[in-house]
């Protein structure tokens, strides 16, 4: 069958797409492995219009599309499953992070034929399978429909066990070219396991994906090994939610790698999650020693109480000896910090600020909470804050994040009486001004980082600037 896999673009498109998305990588790798005709749509590619999408849909003819939803996605996504329904007969199914967490708010759309709960690569294949072949596919694990009365029915989705037997992602699948002109500086995502085996209080990832479940360190090793040989990077991305549960497992991995000759030819980076509760310096070193040059560290605040509050496995003490050790290993620290936690105030948010000057943080960001439906966090919000719009709605309507480019979306959802909404934008504020100067200065020194911080106020120079940075990172 033909199956169009396609990944809207966010209302806040507050970021370039540097890279080809993983998640319907693998969903189409494992059809395309199965005979299926697979054609991957990434909405956030430059020139990627409504009328262009239109155009493929009518060329490409595909019986089935299927969409990967994030939360500040869909107004894009109803906007194409729309045209889709008006213009040709393609069967419409839906999964991704928003469709695990709400999956029966998908099915009251009149666009949306089929959801999918959790991990699509095997359920979607036999869905695809048996609808090709006239089969029923109703008790298939994960999918979501109504049945002849209209009642939402919600099958339980089964996890993927055994993630080394997945196929590595096809990337040419995607039109690569349009990410990078050369191949070569493509940082292409990658992920050595799945799940979270925490539960910190304002993340969604224990209903999203499910248990927390590795590859083994070869066959880690050689999807790595097997990108380079075919596309000569530069640069990996590990995309983990979090990827040092085991030390062991990481430290077998970059021996892997060092074994095999390959950290003379790429680096990588830890995008997200590193806990810095699993951190050690002869960790960090073996790591740097095989490739990885900036480490990312679920850190979200540098206070106690707060740590305490949202279940995070860490202390601030514990912080303070992960970074020292990651930097003296020769690691770029990138750090999250995020505003308006439960026992959070302005004052003890404001010491984030001295907090990353002192342990020299590389890359000090601040995002805010924004509660998703099913986790502790939205219950929290709605029994002891005045949310600033529709409680339900507001995962929706709001980024976490500011973005390179800044967006409007990025303002607090909800306030307390010990945080008000005034002392939370005045915060935020001072964590960007202070955060990119600092970066700025210790880049080009006190004078050239200072002009440099007040010409990025300039949108178009920001841009400029955005890209000068990536091309400074590419370089390690």
């Not at 999964?95 to 998908?106: D, I, N, S, Y």
């Not at 560290?297 to 990651?326: M, W, Y």
Request: aromatic share 12%.
């Amino acid at each position: 069958m033909k199956v169009m896999l396609v990944y809207p673009k966010d209302i806040a498109e507050n970021y370039f797409a540097k890279r080809p998305v993983m998640g319907i990588a693998y969903v189409g790798t494992v059809l395309e492995k199965a005979s299926h005709e697979v054609l991957l749509v990434d909405m956030r590619l430059r020139g990627y219009t409504t009328k262009y999408f239109k155009k493929l849909l009518h060329k490409s003819k595909p019986d089935i599309v299927g969409f990967s939803l994030v939360a500040l996605s869909l107004d894009q996504g109803y906007e194409l499953m729309k045209i889709i329904k008006e213009e040709t007969g393609a069967m419409v199914v839906v999964g991704g992070p928003e469709v695990t967490l709400l999956p029966t708010k998908f099915l009251n759309k009149p666009f949306v034929d089929y959801a999918f709960m959790g991990e699509g690569e095997y359920s979607l294949l036999e869905f695809v399978n048996r609808y090709e072949r006239g089969e029923s596919f109703y008790d298939i694990p994960g999918l979501c429909y109504r049945n002849e009365e209209g009642i939402p029915r919600i099958n339980p989705p089964k996890a993927i066990q055994d993630l080394d037997a997945l196929p590595f992602p096809n990337w040419d699948l995607f039109p690569l070219k349009k990410y990078k002109s050369r191949l070569s500086k493509i940082k292409f995502p990658i992920t050595s396991s799945r799940g979270c085996p925490y539960s910190c209080k304002f993340c969604d990832s224990v209903k999203v994906n499910a248990s927390y479940r590795v590859r083994s360190p070869k066959n880690v090793v050689d999807e790595l090994e097997q990108v380079y040989t075919k596309y000569k990077n530069k640069n990996f991305q590990f995309m983990d939610d979090n990827i040092a549960i085991y030390k062991n497992r990481i430290i077998e991995m970059c021996d892997e790698i060092i074994n095999r000759g390959l950290h003379k030819n790429f680096t990588w980076v830890v995008g997200q999650g590193f806990s810095p509760s699993k951190g050690s310096y002869d960790l960090f070193k073996k790591m740097h020693d095989a490739g990885c040059i900036v480490l990312y560290f679920g850190i979200e605040s540098a206070d106690d109480e707060v740590l305490r509050a949202i279940r995070k496995p860490h202390t601030v003490a514990q912080v303070r000896n992960a970074v020292r050790d990651a930097k003296r290993a020769g690691l770029i620290i990138k750090a999250p910090f995020m505003a308006g936690l439960p026992k959070s105030t302005y004052e003890k948010e404001k010491k984030y600020i001295e907090f990353f000057k002192e342990l020299e943080i590389d890359m000090p960001k601040m995002g805010h909470l924004v509660p998703f439906p099913g986790t502790e966090m939205y219950d929290w919000v709605r029994q002891n804050a005045k949310p600033l719009m529709e409680l339900d709605a507001m995962h929706e309507e709001v980024s976490q994040t500011r973005g390179v480019l800044d967006t409007a979306l990025f303002k607090p959802a909800f306030e307390t009486e010990e945080y008000p909404i005034e002392q939370r934008i005045k915060m935020l504020k001072e964590f960007q001004i202070e955060s990119e100067q600092y970066i700025l200065k210790r880049l080009f020194g006190k004078p050239l980082g200072y002009m440099a911080f007040k010409l990025s106020r300039i949108k178009a120079i920001r841009e400029l600037g955005v890209r000068f940075l990536d091309m400074y990172y590419d370089q390690f």
